[in-house]
Every structure is written in structure tokens, then in C-alpha cells.
């Protein structure tokens, strides 16, 4: 197994090495893959397959529990969101109740001083 290997060219390199002398190295694919990962992310590798593997899968379950954190979050703020549409709706609600108990008392009280008008217009005639 190849060690000391920190970057996809080194790794090439290495590889066309292993394929003059009629080998190859052990999971190539996989490692430049991992190489590439490890490039992008800015993480330095730690020279064996092994060890990047490992630092890979670190990285790989820190970026999915940001993930998951993020999701967390974002369902929070969803639910606050709908928490406080439903608190206008409900606000919304009881001013219509409001509203309606005020229709009905000023109706009521229309109605009673026609009724009072009327009576006493009557008395008058």
C-alpha cells in the first residue's frame, strides 16, 4: 500500500508507478475520490488510505449533522411562522366576535328607540 501520498497528483503519480511495475494500488478509485473531498473541504490528508478514509468519514458525519441542525432549525422557524399565522387568524377571530356583539347591541338599541319614538309619536297624535 502506497503511504505518504497528500494529493490526487501524488496519487496519480504513484499509481502509473504501480502499473509500470505491473500493480496497482489498492482502492484507487476510492482514494481519489477521497483526495478530491479532502481538497475541496480544505482538509490536508493525512498521507494513507486508511487515514483519510477515517478523516473522511469525520467530515462526512460533521457535514451531515449540519444538515440535520439546518433542518432543525428551518422546521423551528416554520413552526413559528405557522404559530404566529395562526395567532393573527385567532386575533382576527375574536375581533370578528367583537364586531358582531357591537352589530347587535347597537341594533338592539336602534331598535328600541324607534320602538320609544313611535310610541310616543302615537301618544302625541
Known amino acids: 500500500m502506497a503511504e505518504g501520498i497528500t494529493s490526487i497528483e501524488e496519487l496519480k503519480k504513484a499509481q502509473a ?3 509500470a511495475a505491473g ?3 489498492t482502492n484507487y478509485e476510492e482514494w481519489a475520490d477521497i483526495l478530491a473531498d479532502l481538497d475541496i473541504a480544505g482538509v490536508q490528508s493525512t498521507g ?5 478514509v477515517k478523516l473522511h468519514s469525520q467530515i462526512i458525519a460533521q457535514v451531515q449533522e449540519m444538515i440535520e441542525e439546518a433542518q432543525e432549525i428551518q422546521a423551528q422557524e ?5 404559530n404566529n399565522d ?5 386575533y382576527k377571530t375574536s375581533q370578528d366576535k367583537e364586531q358582531t356583539v357591537k352589530a347587535n ?5 336602534s331598535s328600541m328607540i324607534m320602538a320609544d319614538y ?3 309619536y302615537h301618544l302625541l297624535q
Open 105 to 109: 347591541v347597537v341594533n338592539a338599541t
Open 48 to 52: 494513507t488510505y486508511a487515514g483519510d
Open 17 to 19: 508507478a504501480a502499473q
Open 23 to 25: 500493480t496497482s494500488i
Open 118 to 120: 313611535m310610541k310616543y
Open 86 to 90: 395562526f395567532n393573527k387568524t385567532d
Open 78 to 82: 416554520q413552526q413559528q411562522i405557522q
